[in-house]
C-alpha cells in the first residue's frame, strides 16, 4: 500500500486579466502551498488495466473526477500505466477554493512518473497536469509562485516569508468555481482589462513596504493583496465578507478570499504572532474550521 498526502493552496491575491476565446479566464495570482488541510491517497496496484477509486466524500464522482483524468491524461502522453485502486480521504474541502482536487492530480501524476519506464520530463508533467486542471501544474513544483495565464505560467518567488503568519477559515459552503466565473464575466461584461492588470503595479503600501523583489515578483505587494472575485462572490454569500472582516478586525494585516472561495485567509506581520492567535482562536470560539500556520523561508 502506498500512501501520498496532498496539501493544498492559498491565494494571496487573484485579478482576471482577461477571457480567451476558448473562454478560459487568464489570471493573475500569488500561489501560496500549505501543508493542511490535506488529502491522503491510499494507492494499491491491481495488476489489472486502469483506476479504480473510492471516496467516502458524497461530493466526489468516484467515475469522473481530477484523479481520474489524471490517470487517464497520463496513460496517453506515456503509452501505459500500472493498474490501481485509490482510496481519496478527503481533508480538504470541497468548493473551497484551496485547489484540492488538482493538488490530488499533481500527487498522483508525480508517483506515477516516478515509476514509468519511460518517465516525462519536468515539460511533459506540467503539460500533462494543465490538462487536468489549471491548479494542477503549480502542485507539481509545491513553491510560492506567481501564476499568470490559465495556470500554465509559474514564476517562483523570490521572497523570504519565514515569521509571516496566515489564519485560514473554512467555512461549510461550497462555492462552485464555473458559477463564480460565469457571475463575474455577467457583472463586468466590459471590465477593464488593462486598468486590472495596472492594478498590479501599485507601489508597495508605505506603512510597511513590504514589496517583493526578484523574478515573478516586480509587480506584487504581499500587504496589498486584493481578490477580483469577491466582487461575484460575497453578494451571494455574505457570510464570507463577515469573515473576511472578522479577520481585519482582529488585527489581521490584510485579508482576502483564496481562489473562488470559500476559504478566506488573513495575513499577520512578523510581529503580530500574538494577535494571529487570538484571532485564530476568537474564530474557532465561533465554531468556524481555522487553521494557524506560520510561512516559511522560500528565499532562493
Known amino acids: 500500500m502506498i500512501h501520498l498526502t496532498a496539501g493544498c493552496k492559498v491565494n494571496l491575491g487573484l485579478h482576471v486579466v482577461g477571457v480567451r476565446a476558448d473562454g478560459y479566464h487568464e489570471l493573475d495570482s500569488l500561489f501560496y502551498p500549505l501543508p ?8 494499491r496496484e491491481t495488476g489489472r488495466q486502469g483506476i479504480v477509486l473510492r471516496c467516502d466524500e458524497p461530493g466526489v464522482n468516484p467515475e469522473h473526477n481530477t484523479l481520474t483524468r489524471a490517470y487517464a491524461a497520463f496513460v496517453k502522453e506515456t503509452g501505459g500505466a500500472p493498474g490501481i485502486a485509490v482510496h481519496l480521504r478527503k481533508g480538504i ?3 473551497s477554493g484551496l485547489g484540492g482536487g488538482s493538488s490530488d492530480a499533481a500527487s498522483l501524476l508525480l508517483w506515477l512518473n516516478e515509476r514509468a519506464d519511460l518517465p516525462l520530463d519536468a515539460a511533459g508533467l506540467a503539460r500533462t497536469a494543465l490538462a487536468v486542471g489549471a491548479d494542477a501544474p503549480f502542485f507539481l513544483y509545491n513553491q510560492p509562485c506567481r501564476v499568470q495565464g490559465i495556470g500554465e505560467i509559474l514564476t517562483p518567488m523570490d521572497y523570504d516569508f ?14 462552485d468555481t464555473a458559477w463564480a466565473f460565469a457571475r463575474y464575466d455577467a457583472l463586468f461584461p466590459h471590465a477593464d482589462r488593462t486598468a486590472a492588470q495596472n492594478s498590479l503595479t501599485k507601489s508597495p503600501c508605505e506603512a510597511n513596504g513590504t514589496f517583493l523583489s526578484g ?3 516586480a509587480t506584487w505587494s504581499v500587504w496589498d493583496i486584493r481578490n477580483d472575485l469577491e466582487a461575484a462572490v460575497f453578494p451571494q ?9 472578522d479577520l481585519l478586525r482582529l488585527g489581521a494585516d490584510t485579508a482576502c478570499m483564496s481562489g473562488s472561495g470559500s476559504s478566506v485567509l488573513g495575513l499577520f506581520d512578523r510581529a503580530a504572532a500574538a494577535k494571529a492567535e487570538d484571532a485564530a482562536a476568537a474564530l474557532h470560539a465561533e465554531k468556524r474550521h481555522v487553521y494557524l500556520l506560520p510561512l516559511g523561508n522560500t528565499g532562493m
Not at 36 to 43: A, Q, V
Not at 165 to 174: D, F, K, Y
Not at 237 to 245: D, E, F, G, V, W
Open 93 to 95: 474541502p470541497l468548493g
Open 162 to 175: 519565514s515569521g509571516l503568519r496566515l489564519v485560514l477559515v473554512c467555512p461549510e459552503i461550497h462555492v
Open 237 to 245: 454569500y455574505p457570510q464570507l465578507a463577515a469573515i473576511k472582516a
Open 215 to 217: 523574478a515573478g515578483n
Open 36 to 43: 493542511t488541510p490535506c488529502d491522503h491517497l491510499e494507492i
